[in-house]
């Protein structure tokens, strides 16, 4: 995963925190990562050059 993002509105503001601190707790395939940092689990979405699309915190 690169530390790089894209600009859209589906990234959290912490992305670079929660990327670097977080852990990869399950990988859904190749593109998409379930992440927990500090007890909340994020939805991460890479594109095809391994940048991040999204990052968002999951609700349920």
């Known amino acids: 995963m690169q530390n ?3 600009i859209l509105p589906f990234i959290h503001k912490n992305a670079k925190e929660i990327i670097k601190k977080g852990k990869v707790i399950i990988i859904v395939n190749k593109n998409i990562y379930v992440i927990e940092y500090n ?3 994020y ?3 890479l ?3 391994g940048k991040i699309e999204s990052l968002s915190e999951q609700w349920a």
């Open 43 to 45: 939805y991460c979405r």
């Open 4 to 6: 790089e993002q894209k």
């Open 39 to 41: 007890g909340k689990k």
């Open 47 to 49: 594109d095809s050059k």
